[in-house]
């Protein structure tokens, strides 16, 4: 078969024959790849900056997808740490982190939607106690993740969402998906009275938000969870200690870990319905498994989904 290797964690991944995977054990199948997402957590894990990487090359990477088995079952497929992603043409799974999709489904639409859709699904399900009626601030809102944060705020019943991010025009297409307010970082004030923070920039970006928009809420002492989902904007972020005393403002994160995996595979099915039946939109741009090389480092605002 053939599959995306990386030989170090600086090097890109190169299209060339690899041998085909045989289950190690009855537990494991063996499974054609339809589709797989080149998202954030894949660079990250390849090149050994995300902590839940395992720093073992050769590295076929590809975190999750969309696969056959060979009864003939289409599945998502989330992996746990392994060497051989999902950037091949055959895989291997275990079944009890996919979930079986309807037959008819298009899985370059699933490949491309369903990690950039779980940080805010199963942050707002499964990490804080998020409810309907609430109003919800997200933060980076003009990537993949945070386009469908402000759609599945809004499915999840917020009573306003508020899309931040640094390009207004940008930001002015936010308002088609739901959004009730766009708003560049600047003006960040103006989302003051919020209880619910979804926030994919972190760094400095996040830090300065901080102060203006507690200093402008009507009521500090009212609850405000920050969700720390994405680090795009830096991995570090310089926390005034005023903000944590001046308001009523707890930070968590939601990501592997701080969510049992159990957890965010229940979110799974529901979750793909949504995706299916077209409630969040998605932009995805298939790309054949063998022009891996030159996709790994393309700039676009779509999300690149590898087609063996
Ligand atoms: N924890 C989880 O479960 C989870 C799951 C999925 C993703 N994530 C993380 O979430 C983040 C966003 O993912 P994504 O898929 O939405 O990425 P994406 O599609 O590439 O979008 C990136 C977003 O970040 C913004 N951005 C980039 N650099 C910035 C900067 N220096 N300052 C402010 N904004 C900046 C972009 O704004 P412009 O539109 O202005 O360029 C855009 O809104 C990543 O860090 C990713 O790893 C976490």
């Given amino acids: 078969m053939h599959a995306a290797v990386i030989q170090a964690s600086d090097a890109p991944p190169v299209y060339r024959d690899h041998p085909d995977p045989a289950p190690r054990h009855g537990g494991e199948l ?10 954030h957590l894949t660079r ?18 590809g975190v999750d997808g969309v696969v056959r088995d060979e009864e003939g079952n289409v599945r998502y497929v989330v992996l746990d740490d392994t060497a051989l992603g999902t950037f091949a043409d055959r895989t291997l799974i275990d079944p009890r982190r996919s979930v079986i999709l309807p ?4 899985p370059v639409r699933i490949a491309a939607a369903m990690n950039p859709a779980m940080s805010s699904w ?33 499915l999840f019943g917020a009573a306003q969402v ?44 996040a830090a300065d938000a901080m102060i203006p928009l507690l200093a402008a809420r009507a009521d500090r002492t009212a609850p405000l969870t920050w969700i720390q989902i994405g680090s795009i904007a830096g991995q570090t972020a310089p926390i005034p200690s005023a903000a944590l005393r001046s308001a009523r403002l707890q930070i968590v994160g939601s990501g592997i870990g701080s969510v049992p995996a159990r957890d965010i595979l229940a979110e799974l099915p529901e979750l793909a319905s949504a995706v299916t039946a077209g409630a969040i939109d998605v932009r995805a741009r298939a790309v054949p498994l063998a022009q891996v090389t030159q996709a790994w480092t393309a700039a676009t605002d779509d999300r690149i989904v590898l087609v063996p």
Wanted: charged letters at 20%; glycine letters at 12%.
């Fill in 44 to 61: 990250a894990k390849a090149n050994g900056s995300h902590y839940s990487g395992n720093g073992v090359y050769p590295l076929v990477p």
């Fill in 122 to 154: 199963v942050a707002l399900r499964r990490r804080v106690d998020f409810h309907a009626g609430q109003r919800v601030l997200v933060l980076g809102a003009t990537g993949n993740a945070g386009r469908m944060a402000v759609q599945i705020a809004k």
């Fill in 30 to 39: 063996a499974v054609e790849v339809l589709a797989a997402g080149l998202h």
């Fill in 162 to 205: 508020i899309a931040a991010g640094r390009d207004a025009t940008r930001l002015g297409a936010l308002t088609a998906l739901g959004a009730d307010e766009t708003i560049t970082f600047d003006r960040i004030g103006h989302a003051a009275d919020v209880d619910v923070v979804i926030d994919y920039v972190w760094g400095e970006c």
């Fill in 103 to 106: 037959g008819d489904t298009d």
